[in-house]
């Protein structure tokens, strides 16, 4: 079945202990996107890659960091988080195409940072 | 640069009568746009997307929206609401290059009985 994972699915940490949430697609695609969810916000893009050892900040970066050593795989990396970083996260990945073309979304890390 | 503004923050209906979302975009370029809706607790799904081709787009699950250039405007319709469509959607807009999209706010749709 094609899709994207995200782990964990919920987590509450500490502010400034590190943390990675992974995200993994099964459809080869070579764009992938981190996305951060609030109310009254919608999705805000945090980072995009465009293919392996391509990224580069979305919207809102500031606070996080990505890699993306392997095309399946994008994962999200909170150095030092803060409670201002308590959100819901979304990976997305499409194929690199232009034009239009539909991203798919994995099922959200709920993250609560005290 | 482009950007999207869903006029409702929530919308209210009684199950079996239409729906309608509201949407409007702003954008440089000639936009590609969707909506997307999320269910409690679970991620986004793809209801249906504008490619510039037919200006009156079929998706899923009966909905359906109307592209007009004129009025800037990406409306989601449907005829008759049932229960299972409660949740929260997206119009979204592409942002000239390739893969980046702008989401609005959101609406979130409650069905009652």
């Known amino acids: 079945e094609a899709q994207v994972t995200q782990n964990p699915r919920y987590l509450i940490t500490v502010t400034g202990k590190k943390l990675t949430v992974t995200c993994s697609q099964n459809m080869n695609h070579e764009y992938m996107s981190w996305y951060r969810q609030d109310p009254g916000l919608g999705l805000r893009q945090i980072y995009y890659s465009m293919n392996v050892e391509v990224t580069d900040k979305g919207d809102v970066p500031e606070g996080y960091k990505v890699s993306r050593k392997e095309k399946r795989n994008f994962p999200l990396i909170l150095e030092s988080p803060s409670p201002n970083q308590t959100s819901l996260y979304f990976c997305?990945?499409?194929?690199?195409?232009?034009?239009?073309?539909?991203?798919?979304f994995g099922p959200g890390t709920r993250l609560t940072v005290t | 640069a482009q950007s999207v503004t869903q006029l409702d923050s929530h919308v209210s209906v009684s199950e079996g009568t239409p729906v309608l979302l509201r949407c409007n975009y702003s954008?440089?370029?000639?936009?590609?746009l969707f909506w997307y809706v999320q269910h409690p607790n679970k991620g986004l799904q793809l209801l249906l997307k504008y490619t510039s081709a037919a200006t009156l787009v079929k998706g899923i699950n009966g909905f359906e929206a109307e592209f007009k250039k004129s009025e800037t405007s990406f409306h989601l319709t449907k005829p008759s609401a049932h229960m299972s469509d409660a949740a929260e959607y997206f119009c979204v807009v592409s942002a000239g290059g390739y893969n980046k999209l702008i989401f609005g706010a959101g609406t979130r749709l409650a069905v009652h009985p």
């Open positions: 954008s440089s370029y000639s936009p590609s």
């Open positions: 997305a990945s499409s194929l690199h195409l232009a034009g239009v073309v539909e991203q798919y």
